[in-house]
């Protein structure tokens, strides 16, 4: 069975400084990565994903995020953020099979930009 | 203009009572899957569907029931037996080739 788990539940940050959102993951097969945004009371908006090839994925918004094998990681970062960044980030998984893609969240992280 | 639609926004369950949530999509997406979303849990899979006439279980889907009549619709019934439906109910569509999930504007169920 697979699991994910976002290590912080909540990241303050300040306007214009980096970020980093953690997320490593456990699974026995190949598996596909996802990060998520959701904003207030709204569904879930694909920010980037890691199906194969390159480990540095570019995502939506700024965002981008390193697939480490070796690691079981996936995290999630931005240079510079926006008062708009606020918002609840979820990282899932996915096996790589022929079957129906079952996605696996982890619990989410809750980031706050402060001006 | 495509996407994902779900509807009410806002549902209200009576003790004992049985509700539909509806999900459209205009996608052209195969496969279909609802979770549910509570505080601090992250999103659980309750059902999914690959294919017309055909669904499977998730991983709490019991007090829940689907069907797929058609492509484009995926609704979920939350039945009586349902003891906690208090949630966030998220729907998502995907094709095969794309290896992606797309999710709707989701529905807050709340209990009287």
């Known amino acids: 069975a697979q699991s994910v788990t976002q290590l912080d539940s909540q990241v303050p940050v300040f306007e214009e400084a980096p970020v980093e959102l953690r997320c490593n993951y456990s699974?026995?097969?190949?598996?596909?990565l996802f990060w998520y945004v959701q904003y207030p009371n709204q569904g879930l908006q694909l920010l980037l994903k890691y199906l194969s090839g390159s480990t540095l994925v570019k995502g939506i918004n700024g965002f981008e995020a390193e697939f480490n094998k070796s690691q079981t990681s996936f995290h999630l970062r931005k240079p510079s953020v926006h008062i708009s960044d606020t918002a609840e980030y979820f990282c899932a998984v996915s096996d790589v099979g022929q079957g129906a893609q079952k996605l696996v969240f982890g619990q989410g992280t809750r980031l706050t930009i402060n001006p | 203009d495509g996407g994902i639609t779900q509807s009410p926004k806002y549902l209200f369950r009576k003790e004992g009572q049985n509700v539909t949530l509806s999900c459209e999509q205009n996608l052209n997406h195969d496969a279909m899957y609802w979770y549910r979303q509570d505080p601090g849990q992250g999103l659980r899979l309750i059902y999914y569907?690959?294919?017309?006439?055909?669904?499977q279980k998730g991983d709490i889907a019991e007090g829940y029931s689907v069907s797929r009549e058609k492509k484009e619709s995926f609704p979920l019934t939350v039945t009586s037996a349902q003891k906690n439906p208090t949630a966030f109910y998220l729907c998502?569509?995907?094709?095969?080739?794309?290896?992606?999930?797309?999710f709707g504007p989701g529905t807050r169920l709340l209990v009287l």
């Open positions: 699974s026995s097969v190949s598996v596909y």
């Open positions: 569907s690959q294919i017309v006439n055909d669904f």
């Open positions: 998502a569509s995907g094709a095969r080739e794309l290896k992606t999930q797309y």
